[in-house]
C-alpha cells in the first residue's frame, strides 16, 4: 500500500502527561491529538497498547490482542458515574514526572476493580447490553484473555507453565471448573477490556475527526507467559511441558557478540500452513480494528528466523530457518484486503527480505541517526539514498534521543569509540551542512524534507531532549518505558515551528 507524503509523531500514550502515575487515554490524549494537529502532523506512532508483563515491555505482553487496563482513563470512570471524586483522591501518590510502574499498579488496580464492581453490580440495561455485544463480538480472543489473566491473579502470577497440569494443558474438565469458580474475576477482566475499546475508539474517532491516522506496532513475536501461548499450544514449539523447545533472538552482529536472546517460542509454521494462517489473520483482523496503519517489528523473521535451542544461554549457537515468507502475507491480503503495514527492515536484511516487501509495496523504514557511524546500512540510510517508499526517522523507542546521541563521547558504555564519535561528527555536520544549530532540528529538517512519503519523529526529539529521556535500552531488564513528557511542553510555539516545516516540505 503506497502512503500519501505526511509526517508524525511517534509518543507512547504511556509518556503522555497527566496526574494518575502515568499517561493515560483520557484529557491529554486528545490535546495530544489537537498539537499534532496544529502542527500539520497527520501520524500519531504508539508502542503495542497490550496488557505488559515482568519488566512492563510493550513488546512482552500477556496478550497480543487485548489492551492495557493502565491506559484506561480514571477521569472518564468518574465523568460517567463509575466512580467518584473522593475515589481517586484517596488513592496513593505516585510521581508525575516518569512511570513508577510498581506504585501505579498498586495506586491504579484497586481503583479499576472498583470501577469494574460497580459497573457489574448496577450497569443500566444499555451499558449493559453494550458491555456483552463487545463480549461476544471479541470472544474468539477475549475469553481465552479473561480466563487466563483470572487463573494467573489465582495463581500468585506465577507462569502458566507453573499452574496446577489440568488447567495449564487446558483439560475440559479443568476449563470448566476454574470458569465457574473465577467468574466474577473473569468479567473484571472483561470489562476493562470493554472500557480500554471504548476509550480507545473514543480518541481515535477524535484522530480521524482532526485528520490523524494512528500507526500502531505488531510485535512479530508474543510472549511465553501469554494467553495467545496458553491458549494455542499446538501453533508453538514446546516441549512435553510447555516452555520453549526453541527460542527467538538474532545472531551476533556488529553491535553485540553474543546477539541478543529474546527467548520467545518459536512459530510452528507448517501447522500454522495447514489452518490457513487463520492465528495470524485474527491477530491482525484485532490489530486493524486498533489502528489505521500496523508496523511490524522484526519483519525479517518472517522470511527466515534465527532459532537458538531452549538450553542456549546466548544466542551465538543458533541457525537460521526458512519463515512463511510471501505466502503468509498472501493469507492475509486474500481475507483482508490491501495491508496497511511498514516493515521494520532493519539489520541484516537479505534480498529475499525485500523481495516480499516489494511484491506487497510495504514501505521499510531508514534511521537517520544510524547515517553517520560505521552502521553496516548507514548509506542507505543516508537521505540522498532514500526512495519515496519509504518510512524515515531521527531515532526510534530503542535508539538515544538524537541530543544523546549527539551528546555521547563514546567509550566503554558505547558500541562506538571516541575516535568514531569525532569521525562521526565530522561527517554529520559536513553531509547535513551545519555549524552551531541545535542537532535535533538539523535531522528533523532533513527526514522532513527529503523524498520519502512518511517522516516521523520521537517526542523526544521534537522537545530536544538528552539521554535522561530515552524510552528503552535493549538488552536490559529494567529501567524503561519510563519516560513521560512535561506537562507544559506542548506550546503553540512548538507546534507553529512544525507547521512551518510540514509546510515548507509539503506534507
Known amino acids: 500500500m503506497k502512503f500519501p507524503r505526511a509526517s508524525g509523531i511517534l509518543l507512547h500514550p504511556t509518556s503522555l502527561p497527566g496526574p494518575h502515575g502515568i499517561g493515560d487515554l483520557g484529557r491529554e490524549a486528545h490535546r495530544f491529538v489537537d498539537f499534532l494537529h496544529a502542527a500539520g502532523h497527520k501520524l500519531w506512532q504508539v508502542l503495542p497498547l497490550n496488557p505488559t508483563g515482568y519488566g512492563d515491555s510493550p513488546f512482552q505482553c500477556f496478550s497480543a490482542s487485548a489492551g492495557n487496563p493502565l491506559l484506561i482513563n480514571l477521569d472518564a470512570l468518574v465523568e460517567r458515574g463509575i466512580l467518584n471524586k473522593t475515589d481517586l483522591k484517596v488513592a496513593p501518590t505516585v510521581p508525575a514526572e516518569n512511570v513508577d510502574y510498581g506504585r501505579v499498579i498498586v495506586s491504579k488496580f484497586p481503583l479499576l476493580q472498583r470501577a469494574a464492581e460497580r459497573f457489574l453490580e448496577s450497569a443500566g440495561t444499555t451499558e449493559r447490553r453494550q458491555f456483552e455485544e463487545f463480549c461476544q463480538a471479541n470472544a474468539d480472543w477475549l475469553d481465552d484473555f479473561a480466563l487466563f489473566m483470572a487463573c494467573k491473579d489465582a495463581h500468585e502470577l506465577v507462569a502458566w507453565t507453573r499452574w496446577p497440569a489440568d488447567i495449564a494443558s487446558r483439560t475440559p474438565d479443568a476449563l470448566r471448573q476454574w470458569s465457574v469458580r473465577l467468574a466474577t474475576e473473569i468479567d473484571v477482566h472483561k470489562y476493562w477490556q470493554y472500557e480500554f475499546s471504548r476509550q480507545w475508539q473514543k480518541l481515535r474517532d477524535y484522530a480521524h475527526g482532526r485528520g490523524i491516522q494512528i500507526i500502531g506496532d505488531v510485535p512479530i513475536y508474543v510472549a511465553h507467559d501469554s494467553a495467545d501461548v496458553w491458549a494455542h499450544r499446538e501453533f508453538f514449539l514446546l516441549d512435553a511441558r510447555g516452555n520453549p523447545a526453541r527460542m527467538s533472538g538474532v545472531p551476533p552482529d556488529y553491535f553485540s557478540a553474543t546477539g541478543q536472546l529474546w527467548g520467545n517460542p518459536i512459530y510452528n509454521w507448517a501447522l500454522m500452513k495447514e489452518t490457513g494462517y487463520r492465528w495470524w ?54 481475507e483482508l484486503g490491501d495491508l496497511p503495514i511498514i516493515a521494520e527492515n532493519l539489520g541484516v536484511i537479505t534480498p529475499e527480505v525485500e523481495a516480499i516487501r516489494h511484491q506487497f509495496e510495504f514501505p521499510g523504514m531508514a534511521i537517520l541517526q544510524f547515517a553517520f557511524g560505521n552502521d553496516p546500512q548507514g ?129
Open 281 to 334: 489473520v485474527e491477530r491482525f483482523r484485532a490489530a486493524l480494528r486498533l489502528y489505521d496503519i500496523v508496523r511490524i517489528d522484526h519483519f525479517r523473521g518472517f522470511e527466515a528466523y534465527w532459532e537458538i535451542p531452549a538450553h542456549e544461554t546466548t544466542a551465538i549457537h543458533g541457525q537460521w530457518v526458512k519463515g512463511p515468507g510471501a505466502d503468509l502475507f498472501g493469507a492475509l491480503k486474500s
Open 379 to 507: 548509506p542507505s540510510f543516508r537521505p540522498h539514498n532514500y526512495g519515496r517508499d519509504l518510512v524515515v526517522y531521527t531515532g526510534t523507542h530503542d535508539n538515544d534521543t538524537v541530543v544523546g546521541w549527539w551528546s555521547s563521547k563514546g567509550g566503554a558504555d558505547s558500541t562506538r569509540t571516541p575516535e568514531d564519535v569525532v569521525k562521526e561528527h565530522a561527517f554529520t555536520r559536513a553531509y547535513l551542512g551545519f555549524r552551531d544549530e541545535p542537532i535535533h532540528w538539523v535531522m528533523i529538517r532533513a527526514i522532513l524534507a527529503s523524498v520519502a512519503n512518511t517522516a516521523m519523529i520521537p517526542m523526544q526529539d521534537v522537545l530536544g531532549l538528552g539521554s535522561q529521556a530515552r524510552m528503552n535500552l535493549p538488552g536490559t531488564p529494567s529501567g524503561n518505558w519510563r519516560w513521560r513528557c512535561p506537562p507544559d511542553a506542548l506550546t503553540e510555539e512548538l507546534a507553529g515551528r512544525l507547521l512551518e516545516l510540514n509546510r515548507m516540505y509539503d506534507r
